[in-house]
């Protein structure tokens, strides 16, 4: 990320879930050029790795693959949305997918993502505390971090909420509304 990041010259990252803990990461090595991110829903605490950090519980990236189809299969039987997550799950490399779970999993395990978010760039936090981890609300609450809160949305803002999520993006951008 941090070399693609140089490459366009950006200096602010929107990272969805997950990839809060990559675009953290990145903006803490040597020479990077990412001074904000915008974390949509990202990884706080452990726990926040609910759902691609189950990959962790499986032997290999061939079991997990099916298993986690599966059970999007099961979820998009009530949630129309997951549908479009499995259809790009399903295009996604298994081994890979499987890699960046079991990764965000043991990462989580070990360090607070949320510290190290906080840490790596100016961040603002887009989220719906209906969605977070009674521990990750709390991290919310004492420690300090620009947030702003998306009602109603599910944790696939940019897909169900697009309007909503883009005006909060362009209230945080906006250096004159702080």
């Known amino acids: 990320m941090c070399t693609r990041a140089k490459e366009c010259g950006s200096e602010i990252v929107l990272a969805h879930s997950v990839a809060s803990i990559v675009a953290s990461l990145a903006a803490q090595r040597s020479g990077h050029p990412i001074e904000r991110i915008l974390s949509m829903e990202g990884n706080i605490t452990s726990e926040d790795a609910y759902f691609s950090g189950t990959a ?21 039987l009530s949630a129309p949305i997951i549908a479009r997550y499995r259809s790009a799950v399903a295009q996604a490399d298994p081994l890979a ?17 949320g510290e190290v978010l906080a840490t790596s760039a100016s961040v603002t936090y887009f989220y719906n505390p209906e969605n977070c981890p009674e521990t990750t ?17 599910s944790h696939w803002a940019s897909v169900d909420q697009p309007e909503l999520l883009a005006n909060m993006i362009a209230m945080s951008l906006d250096t004159t509304s702080g």
Do not use: C
């Open 56 to 76: 962790a519980d499986f032997a290999n990236h061939e079991t997990f693959r099916a298993s986690f189809l599966a059970r999007l299969d099961d979820m998009a």
């Open 137 to 153: 609300l709390k991290w919310l609450e004492e420690n300090p971090m620009e947030r702003r809160i998306l009602p109603d949305a």
């Open 97 to 113: 997918l499987w890699q960046l779970g079991r990764d965000a999993r043991y990462f989580s395990d070990r360090v607070v993502p």
